[in-house]
């Protein structure tokens, strides 16, 4: 049920009417027209109201919003009952069709291509290329077909002249795997005349005013369609020329080769130049005025222009005694088949191309065993019932088949309701309706039909005419309630004597014209014209008349009569129809003006009452407006009861909806059926749904709490979850680095070097910290456990190294660190063996004036003196004083005592020269350049010097000596002047010596 708009667009579907009168049904089409909602359902029926303009309702969003869905989800569409019949298809593998029906310009070709474009729209999701093609040759089929098959009448401008029924085949996967077109009856009595305001087939406006040039010349055809006897009526353009490109693309598309094509408008130019051709009378024989034409038509029928003029001029005729003569035609004879040729060629052509898209589409390797079941679904698009000023044979055939066509929707409307009701074992009540098969049996009964009697008249030998033919109908059908004419109703002055009868068709009166009917109910063709086309060069000329080869003594049977041929196919067409399971639209053509805005009540309202919609809705309502099987109904109310919400306990389906059902107490409005609950008013119906509607935001907002507090609590348990893992995992990871530090460590004290060579394991992120301290934990009890081996005696050596190690931190290469530091050189025999002993003698001297300690540095060096000369002194230092010494045979002579308190840093180069200097407050600094005796002859004392006195002011003196480790050249003070030294290297410098320089002194040291 369709109730997914707001009352203001009407009422969705007609069976929702609060009471089934016409004025009520009238007020909400109307109504819904007004507002843009051409469509409306009766039941699974669609009512469609022409709305003559664009209407943005078929696009891709809409196509996704019906694919798959139910009838009544959606609002009333094209597609949603295309999606039904495809559904019926696909789920149930029923044969399905879908009838269009409706009067001449109420949009059944519209429809239909909806319909086809909604079914490409949703089969085939995998895109393979074969279904892909059938999909396309099947879509662009009717562009071809409406050019050549369409035209434009006084109803509408692109009036379908044939009749259309496609059959979509399709495979288990419901993919289109091919197709069939039936066409039916041509008006071919189009191609020679056309009434006032009408035109020929668009085909041949599409040629001339879309034909290249070349074409048109090769044709021997000028492009004014004005030109032409046959197109001379309604010659005013259009898009004809867009048509023909669409139309050559279509053909391309569907596999027309160059040739065909060709071949097609050669056909076309033939029957044009045909049309023009005029005959005279010479007295005696009939002549072709101008034999330019013939020979034009030769070349365009591949034929030899004997043989053109020939079968137009002569008549080849069987004589009783089987004999063959000629006989020449009189002029109208000539103008007769001349006319004949042109529209048997058109015909042909059509009947061709139609064969021909089929051979293209037609089912190929099909194997049931394979595939599964082919299942089809039928498209119905056929010319609808037509009133025109003068009607002839081919409105009686037209609406003929709408009589039938109608009769057919009676039946399988009303079969299948009562089929339901007898399914579902629901007692059913009659409804009365128009049955119009009293108008069929006039038609078509045999002896005593309409169409009997022309065969009758055609059949007797001898000066038939129409108007005797009319006489015959009189006498027979002078009692039928459905016939009459001027002969009957003497009085009524709307028809003529001895030419018109009028039917009472279901849609309406029409009158028809009588003049023509027995020429078109022969539909004579002189036998001579298909012996020529058969014996055309042309291969696809020659394919269209295969029936050419007979000779005239073979063809004496009489072949059936349109009328005839057309009744069977019609009758074939209805059973075909009545197998399978059907789908309708009713179109309805608002108004005569092709004005989107016009609605006219009275058209339309004659339209729904012989279109029999009031009968649908009320055979639809009668007996039960609605119907669903029990679980979908319960699926949709069961929330408006306590016992089935959210699930219900009861035994079946049925026994909830029962339960529902009593609760609402509507339990009179219903029947059960076997499957299926039975609504018979939809005012029930109405109140579940409101019922619904009020309840489904609660639900939703109750679903929506519901489902979001779940979703809540999942996320908390797996967030808790993710937390307690974490958890365990990060003490799991601290407890396995315990355990491995443990492991790693646990002998160190016995190792050798007390776990100096063990690799620490990466600490996990948490332990950083606690790591940093257990290594250094490590490290000082290491150190703690070297240092507390070492002898007291080393200590101050260790302790200087140590002084040394951190205040020079790896600025200096060397300070020779691997050598034990001796302290006191001066005083060492080994190192200066010739001097130590007065130096002894002089440092004891001095230990006793100065009280000094300890000796914490004494050696040779290189000094530079006040004068800016470097000479070579003993250097002393102590805890108390600095003493320069000059080294004189036997003797040390003190040639300077400083305080060492006085110093207040060292600056040394990070290079391994020997320099160092001693920064005083005073800034008078002393700069020096250790000597290195026979002990240690090429390592380095400046380390040592350096340990020595960091360390003891640092332990001692409890003050800071500031060392600087300078890279290039060291600055220091002389007498209060800034000085600088640099260092160089000098081949054959034998020793290392000062020497003044610009700004101070270079200490040249030797070099390779
Ligand atoms: N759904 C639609 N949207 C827009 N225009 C439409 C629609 N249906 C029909 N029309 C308009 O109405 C015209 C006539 O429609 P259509 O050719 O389908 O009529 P028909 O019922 O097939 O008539 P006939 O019996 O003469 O073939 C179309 O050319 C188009 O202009
Ligand atoms: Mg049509």
Redesign the pocket.
């Known amino acids: 049920m369709a109730e997914l708009e707001g009352l203001e667009f009407g009422k969705s579907d007609f069976v929702l009417l609060d009471e089934v009168t016409m004025e009520q049904f009238m007020e909400n089409l109307k109504l819904r027209f007004e507002k843009g909602r051409?469509y409306t359902f009766i039941g699974e029926v669609v009512v469609s109201v022409?709305?003559?303009?664009?209407?943005d309702i078929y696009g891709k969003e809409t196509i996704d919003a019906y694919r798959g869905r139910e009838l009544y989800e959606n609002p009333p569409h094209l597609y949603a009952v295309s999606d039904a019949a495809y559904k019926a298809m696909k789920r149930r593998a029923k044969d399905t069709c879908i009838v269009i029906s409706?009067?001449?310009?109420?949009?059944?070709?519209?429809?239909s291509k909806?319909i086809m474009q909604y079914i490409a729209a949703i089969t085939n999701p995998t895109q393979r290329a074969e279904v892909e093609s059938v999909k396309n040759v099947l879509l662009k089929s009717n562009c071809v077909l409406e050019a050549f098959g369409?035209a434009k009448?006084n109803?509408?401008?692109?009036?379908?002249r044939f009749g259309k029924y496609m059959d979509i085949n399709f495979n288990f996967n419901g993919d289109p795997t091919g197709g069939h077109i039936n066409n039916y009856l041509l008006e071919k009595s189009r191609v020679v005349h056309q009434q006032d305001g009408e035109r020929n087939f668009h085909s041949f406006y599409q040629l001339l005013r879309g034909g290249s040039n070349e074409m048109l010349e090769s044709f021997h055809l000028q492009s004014d369609p004005a030109v032409y006897t046959y197109t001379r009526e309604g010659a005013t353009t259009n898009n004809d020329r867009t048509s023909h490109k669409a139309v050559m693309s279509a053909l391309n598309v569907i596999g027309f080769s160059e040739e065909e094509i060709n071949s097609i408008y050669q056909i076309l130019a033939t029957i044009l130049l045909l049309g023009n051709m005029q005959f005279e009378c010479d007295g005696e024989s009939v002549q072709i005025v101008g034999l330019e034409a013939v020979n034009h038509i030769s070349e365009l029928t591949a034929t030899d222009p004997e043989s053109v003029s020939k079968s137009l001029l002569y008549r080849t005729v069987a004589t009783g005694g089987g004999e063959v003569i000629e006989k020449g035609h009189s002029e109208q004879d000539a103008c007769f088949g001349r006319d004949a040729f042109a529209k048997a060629l058109y015909e042909r052509l059509f009947g061709w191309i139609v064969s021909r898209i089929n051979t293209v589409i037609e089912v190929k390797d099909y194997n049931p065993m394979l595939h599964g079941k082919n299942t089809v679904i039928g498209v119905l698009?056929i010319?609808?019932f037509?009133i025109f000023d003068n009607n002839s044979f081919e409105q009686f055939c037209i609406n003929y088949c709408n009589e039938k066509l109608q009769q057919l929707f009676i039946e399988l409307i009303l079969r299948q309701e009562q089929g339901e009701y007898q399914r579902e074992g629901i007692t059913w009540q009659h409804i009365d309706y128009f049955n119009n098969q009293i108008i069929v049996d006039l038609v078509e009964q045999p002896h005593k039909g309409i169409i009997s009697i022309l065969d009758e008249a055609c059949l007797t030998v001898g000066n038939v005419t129409d108007t005797v033919c009319l006489d015959s109908m009189d006498t027979k059908l002078a009692q039928h309630p459905h016939y009459t004419s001027r002969k009957l109703s003497p009085t009524d002055k709307t028809m003529d004597f001895q030419k018109h009868f009028r039917i009472r068709h279901y849609a309406g009166d029409v009158t028809y014209s009588v003049e023509g009917f027995l020429d078109k109910n022969k539909d004579m063709l002189f036998q001579d014209f298909k012996r020529l086309m058969y014996n055309s060069a042309n291969p696809v000329l020659k394919e269209m008349w295969p029936d050419g080869h007979l000779s005239i003594t073979e063809v004496t049977k009489r072949p059936l009569t349109a009328a005839t041929l057309f009744k069977n196919s019609i009758v074939a067409l209805v059973d075909k129809l009545a197998c399978k399971e059907p789908y309708y639209v009713r179109?309805i053509k608002p108004n005569e003006m092709?004005s989107p805005v016009l609605f006219d009540d009275a058209r339309c309202q004659h339209q729904v009452a012989y279109l029999g919609l009031m009968e649908n809705v009320m055979v639809r309502r009668a007996g039960f407006a609605y119907r669903q099987p029990y679980s979908r109904f319960l699926q949709r109310y069961k929330m408006t009861c306590e016992y089935t919400w959210p699930q219900h306990l009861m035994a079946s389906d049925r026994e909830a909806v029962e339960t529902i059902v009593t609760q609402h107490g509507f339990q009179d409005d219903v029947a059960y059926g076997h499957t299926k609950l039975f609504v018979r008013t939809p005012r029930s119906l109405f109140t579940l749904e409101q019922e619904r509607a009020a309840l489904i935001p609660i639900l939703v907002l109750f679903l929506q709490k519901v489902w979001r507090g779940a979703l809540a609590r999942m996320r908390c348990r797996r967030m808790r979850a993710i937390y307690a893992i974490m958890g365990c995992y990060k003490r799991y990871k601290v407890k396995a680095h315990f355990w491995e530090v443990e492991r790693r460590f646990a002998n160190v004290r016995t190792m050798a070097d007390y776990g100096k060579s063990v690799d620490w394991p990466t600490p996990p992120a948490a332990l950083s910290q606690f790591h940093n301290i257990t290594v250094m934990l490590h490290h000082r009890w290491w150190a703690r456990q070297i240092v507390k081996n070492i002898p007291p005696s080393d200590m101050p050596e260790v302790r200087s190294k140590v002084a040394a190690l951190t205040a020079l931190s790896g600025e200096r290469k060397d300070w020779g660190v691997s050598r034990p530091w001796e302290r006191d050189y001066l005083a060492n025999v080994r190192d200066c063996p010739q001097t130590s002993s007065s130096f002894t003698r002089v440092s004891k001297e001095l230990r006793n004036k100065d009280e000094y300690s300890q000796v914490l540095f004494s050696g040779f060096c290189r000094k530079v003196n006040r004068f800016n000369k470097s000479t070579d002194r003993g250097l002393l230092v102590t805890d108390k004083y600095v003493y320069k010494l000059e080294p004189k045979k036997q003797n040390f002579l003190v040639l300077k005592r400083l305080p060492l308190d006085g110093f207040t840093g060292l600056s040394v180069t990070s290079g391994v020269d020997q320099m160092v200097v001693l920064h005083t407050s005073s800034q008078d600094d002393v700069l020096l350049c250790l000597q290195r005796g026979a002990l240690c002859p090429n390592q380095d004392r400046v380390g040592e010097l350096v340990g020595a006195m960091v360390d003891h002011f640092t332990r001692s003196i409890k003050r800071h000596i500031l060392l600087s480790v300078c890279r290039s050249g060291v600055q220091l003070h002389m007498r209060g002047k800034l000085k600088s030294v640099s260092v160089e290297t000098k081949p054959g410098q034998t020793s290392a010596d000062f020497k003044k320089s610009r700004d101070g002194f270079t200490l040249f040291v030797p070099g390779n």
């Open positions: 051409i022409n709305p003559y303009r664009e209407m409706g009067e001449s310009g109420a949009g059944k070709t519209e429809a909806y369409n009448t109803r509408n401008d692109n009036s379908s698009d010319y609808g037509e179109c092709k």
